[in-house]
């Protein structure tokens, strides 16, 4: 069965430093794989996704992250940070074609900014 | 933009009763998928459906069915509400496509069951 594995459960960094979130999946077939971030009060929004193609993925809001088959890790980055990243994020695997019969979440990480 | 709309913010109901939890889109989406968010568990996914009239299980489907009528309209149903169902429950809904689904996702319903 598929997993997903985010080890940082909080991370703090201060206002303009780098971020990187961690994500290791487990997972039989080739990998659909998922950023989502929530903030609070709100739902689910889509950071950015990988299937294929070039592993170093372009998403919104300035992050982005790199697909490491070797090492079965979808890590999340942002050069530098704002108060308005403060938020929930959560890295999945999709199963089925695409993410058709759902995704597998990891347990989110809480990214904390200080000022 | 694609619009997920759950009939409820807050609900509270008591151990026991039948709940309903509606779930609509607006972007004509084949599939639906009902999760439960947990603190410290992530998101779990419950129930999904392809089409109308038809359902699939998730990981966690015990205590829980679901109805899907029209194309839009998907529906969580706890015919015996209990105390460990207390949660937030999200609904979303996708395109299907080539490559990655993306998943939209409605504002939640947070349940309590006393």
């Known amino acids: 069965a598929q997993s997903v594995t985010q080890p940082d459960i909080h991370i703090t960094v201060s206002e303009g430093a780098s971020l990187e979130l961690r994500c290791n999946y487990s997972y039989g077939a080739t990998p659909y794989l998922f950023w989502y971030v929530q903030s609070p009060g709100q739902g689910l929004q889509l950071l950015l996704k990988?299937?294929?193609?070039?592993?170093l993925v372009q998403g919104i809001k300035g992050f982005e992250a790199e697909f490491k088959r070797s090492q079965s890790s979808f890590n999340l980055r942002k050069p530098s940070v704002h108060w308005s990243d403060a938020a929930e994020y959560f890295c999945a695997v999709g199963v089925g074609g695409g993410g058709a019969d759902g995704l597998t979440f990891g347990k989110g990480t809480h990214l904390i900014i200080q000022p | 933009d694609v619009k997920v709309t759950q009939s409820s913010r807050y609900l509270v109901k008591r151990t026991g009763e039948k709940v309903f939890l509606e779930c609509v889109q607006d972007?004509?989406?084949?599939?639906m998928f009902w999760y439960r968010q947990d603190p410290g568990l992530g998101l779990r996914l419950i129930y999904f459906?392809?089409?109308?009239?038809?359902?699939e299980k998730g990981d966690i489907p015990e205590g829980y069915s679901v109805s899907r009528e029209k194309k839009e309209r998907f529906s969580l149903i706890l015919e015996s509400a209990s105390t460990n169902q207390t949660s937030m429950y999200l609904c979303a809904s996708s395109l299907v496509g080539q490559g990655a689904d993306t998943q939209y996702f409605g504002p939640g319903t947070r349940l309590t069951v006393l």
């Open positions: 459906s392809y089409d109308v009239k038809m359902k």
């Open positions: 990988y299937f294929s193609g070039d592993t």
């Open positions: 972007m004509d989406h084949e599939n």
